[in-house]
């Protein structure tokens, strides 16, 4: 069994925060970000930085519609999420992609290839037998072929959040977010990533030389600067908008320049 990736909506951003407040993943009474106002469109490939505990964690799980917005209105794909009945949020949500930082959060005690089986299997209501070529695919094109039959609890943490990404987009989601993918990779596993985010943002074989639109988070600037075409930053619980690579250096924001001259430790 396999899946082709879903047409993009038209015209209307597909994730759009209208004055949102943001809230904790760890206590929803605290608010970690206010007055969001952001829109991903089809190709934008988004790099949000910020220093550790500045929320980017929480936004991104807030556009993925993991969490809902303290104020404010979200809308996926042309719809306010607040208007959404029974299951129409569960299934908007599988046009979103998220990789969790911190190693991708894989199943630990499952293999690689049961990693990757158990969303298509979950959501399409079939055995792992059925979507086995589908699977071993993305296992090839994420370089885990060799891990097929590895659990995950003995990977180290740069390959779990491999099998984060590959599991992430298994289901062809229309917009990937990334909390922070590169921190504590070597720089063999960074360039991969790198290389491979740029083939999915320029028009990858999955997608049929279709481009994913991508949303990063990350801690710092340096990397992304090649590819990354919209750069904000979280600040003292707001959101700034920065503009295009080319603005990053005129900013007189400190910590922009911070987050361009070393990694945060």
């Known amino acids: 069994m396999s899946a082709s990736p879903p047409e993009p909506s038209r015209h209307l951003p597909l994730i ?3 004055d949102v407040a943001v809230m904790s993943m ?14 991903i469109s089809e190709a934008d490939f988004w790099v949000v930085g910020g220093m550790p505990a ?15 917005p303290q104020r404010g209105a979200l809308h996926l794909f042309g719809r306010d999420t607040a208007s959404f009945h029974g299951d129409e949020l569960a299934r908007e949500r599988l046009r979103v992609g998220l990789v969790f930082g911190d190693g991708g959060r894989p199943f630990r005690y499952l293999t690689v290839a049961e990693n990757l089986a158990m969303p298509m299997c979950y959501h399409q209501d079939c055995a792992p037998a059925q979507v086995e070529s589908t699977v071993n695919a993305m296992l090839e094109y994420t370089g885990l072929d060799f891990l097929a039959h590895q659990p995950a609890s003995r990977l180290n943490r740069s390959w779990r959040q491999r099998v984060g990404l590959a599991r992430a987009l298994i289901l062809h989601p229309e917009v990937l977010l990334l909390d922070n993918p590169l921190a504590g990779m070597d720089p063999r596993q960074a360039s991969w990533w790198m290389g491979f985010l740029g083939k999915l943002s320029a028009g990858h074989e999955l997608y049929h030389g279709r481009p994913l639109t991508l949303a990063v988070a990350t801690d710092d600037f340096r990397p992304w600067l090649a ?33 361009l001259a070393s990694p945060v430790r």
């Open 16 to 18: 759009q925060f209208l």
């Open 26 to 39: 760890e206590n929803s009474e605290l608010t970690v970000l206010e007055g969001v106002n952001w829109s």
């Open 227 to 259: 590819q990354g075409r919209q750069f904000a930053l979280l600040k003292q619980n707001h959101w700034l908008p920065l503009g295009g690579p080319a603005d990053l250096d005129r900013c007189a924001e400190p910590l922009v320049q911070e987050l």
């Open 54 to 68: 500045s929320g980017k964690s929480d936004l991104l799980a807030t556009a993925a519609g993991l969490l809902r």
